[in-house]
């Protein structure tokens, strides 16, 4: 008897095993073991294909960091380019502005150097100019200029006159015949002539001076004058 009890308990199982569980208002339940398997399959496949996404999605997120890399690269060379070319614009004008500075400069040199070489040629000429001036003023003082000079040959002659006209008062207190120039300022000049030298040594006697000169003026000679004391 509990062998055939067991024998309708397997039976049950194996019956609901095949045809699935039926629940109390008899309807069938779908296979659990079945539907396991089938849940297992299909999260395999959902696993399968997110392994098989991922790396779809790593490619298309490494193509595009790639490309957004070389955009940025080529945005970068651009840049570069266009930078470099601002650059290159920006030395040549400062080039061709230096090279015009140069040029300006250098021609402000030349102009003033002309400008110093007239400067120099200009007092160059005006002194030479005031030198001519200066030498036709000193010929022309020259010509102007008054000027004494001791005539050794008359004083010669006026001596000889006195000692060939000796007074009586000259034999007997005697005299001396001397040469002295500052009689100028002591006694009026003459021109000579015998007869002045003797009435100039009429009453003489002692030490006679006596002296001569010629006046010269602007260069010619005015006369020669003659002094006793």
Do not use: H
Request: charged share 30%; glycine share 4%; aromatic share 6%.
């Amino acid at each position: 008897m509990k062998n055939l009890f067991k024998l309708i308990i397997i039976l049950c199982i194996g019956y609901g095993s095949y045809f699935g569980i039926v629940n109390d208002e008899g309807e069938k339940i779908i296979d659990m073991t079945n539907e396991e398997q089938q849940t297992e399959q299909q999260s395999q496949n959902n696993t399968t294909e997110n392994l098989v996404q991922e790396p779809q999605n790593e490619n298309e997120q490494k193509q595009k960091s790639t490309a957004e890399i070389e955009d940025k690269t080529q945005i970068e060379k651009n840049e570069e380019k266009q930078e470099n070319k601002v650059t290159q614009t920006t030395n040549e004008k400062n080039n061709s502005t230096s090279t015009k500075s140069n040029k300006e400069i250098k021609k402000v040199e030349q102009n003033q150097t002309k400008e110093i070489n007239t400067s120099n040629a200009n007092v160059n000429r005006v002194q030479n100019t005031e030198k001519q001036n200066e030498s036709d003023e000193q010929q022309t003082e020259n010509k102007k200029e008054t000027k004494y000079i001791k005539n050794d040959s008359m004083i010669q002659k006026i001596k000889a006159t006195i000692e060939n006209n000796v007074t009586e008062d000259m034999k007997k207190y005697g005299y001396k015949i001397v040469v002295d120039s500052s009689i100028k300022e002591l006694t009026n000049q003459f021109t000579f002539t015998e007869s002045r030298v003797k009435n100039s040594i009429k009453y003489s006697f002692g030490t006679i001076r006596i002296y001569a000169e010629d006046y010269y003026s602007n260069g010619q000679l005015i006369m020669t004058e003659c002094y006793i004391l």
